[in-house]
């Protein structure tokens, strides 16, 4: 069971919160900068967003050679090669990520699965059930809030802790913290959160105008980049890397 690799979606029924991005950040950060071999299934149909942005960043790549010197020096510092990415229906997932597996011989630590926002959509549930850990980002936003703690209540009942699936846990976490929002507003969500019998991360991910910013921007250094581990100081600033390692933290703790 030790060479089992560790499933994690990052997920929530509302869009714009985060998901893709996360999952880009975590798997970069965990790939090139922890050294964990990690693959990124993206589900997403139809837009398979980071499936999108990794052509978009190769094709950025072969047409700078600064960007180039940065790829050739981030693999002569680590030796990392770029993690692969697969691209699938819902319904196919498994079979195709297991082919993937055979055929590459690539074996991951880590798979993290970029879902549709909908658990309405066929094979949604099936995938969320097979994963270890899912990680739902949240926001203080009344709207917001009421939609992803449904969905994450759902989840929590129906899969956690339903000993017959694989899950082990379920995380929410805050994101998109503005800087004047108010200590207060957290503490009544997190009132109702622990009531609901949720479980919440440590690490608050503030607002930053950074997570927008891919390998394509010049100039302003490298946000979430799918080829390229995030920029140091942005890693630290927007918190990813303390929640890199709170999520490693939870599942060594396993
Ligand atoms: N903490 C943050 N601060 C600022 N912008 C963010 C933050 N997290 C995500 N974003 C931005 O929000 C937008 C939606 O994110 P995305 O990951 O595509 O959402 P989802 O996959 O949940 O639909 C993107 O433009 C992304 O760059
Ligand atoms: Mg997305």
Redesign the pocket.
């Known amino acids: 069971m030790k060479n089992t690799p560790v499933n994690i979606a990052?997920c929530?029924q509302?869009?714009?919160?985060?998901?893709?991005?996360?999952?880009?950040l975590l798997a970069s950060y965990l790939h090139y900068v922890v050294g964990y071999d990690t693959l990124v299934v993206d589900c997403?149909y139809p837009q398979w967003?980071i499936h999108a942005q990794r052509e978009r960043e190769l094709a950025a790549v072969e047409k700078n050679d600064f960007y180039k010197l940065l790829m050739v020096r981030q693999y002569k510092q680590t030796g990392r090669k770029i993690w692969p990415i697969v691209r699938c229906l819902p319904t196919e997932t498994a079979t195709v990520v297991a082919d993937y597996i055979e055929e590459s011989g690539y074996r991951p630590r880590f798979v993290f699965y970029?879902l549709p926002?909908t658990v309405n959509a066929e094979g949604i549930i099936k995938i969320l059930s097979e994963q270890d850990y899912l990680f739902v980002?949240t926001k203080a936003d009344k709207v917001v809030m009421e939609s992803t703690l449904s969905f994450a209540n759902i989840l929590h009942k129906h899969l956690v802790q339903n000993g017959a699936f694989r899950l082990k846990a379920l995380y929410l976490f805050w994101?998109?913290?503005d800087r004047r929002e108010r200590t207060p507003l957290f503490e009544q969500y997190e009132t109702v959160i622990r009531k609901l019998g949720l479980s919440l991360l440590q690490t608050h991910?503030?607002?930053?105008?950074?997570?927008?910013?891919e390998l394509l921007s010049t100039g302003e250094g490298v946000?979430?980049s799918t080829i390229l581990a995030p920029e140091k100081g942005f890693a630290r600033d927007?918190q990813i890397e303390a929640l890199a390692e709170e999520i490693l933290e939870i599942i060594k703790q396993q």
Not at 14 to 24: A, L, P, Q, R, Y
Not at 205 to 213: A, D, E
């Open positions: 990052v929530n509302k869009g714009g919160i985060g998901k893709s991005t996360f999952t880009v997403d967003s970029d926002g980002p994101t998109m913290i991910i503030p607002y930053r105008s950074k997570f927008n910013k946000g979430r927007a």
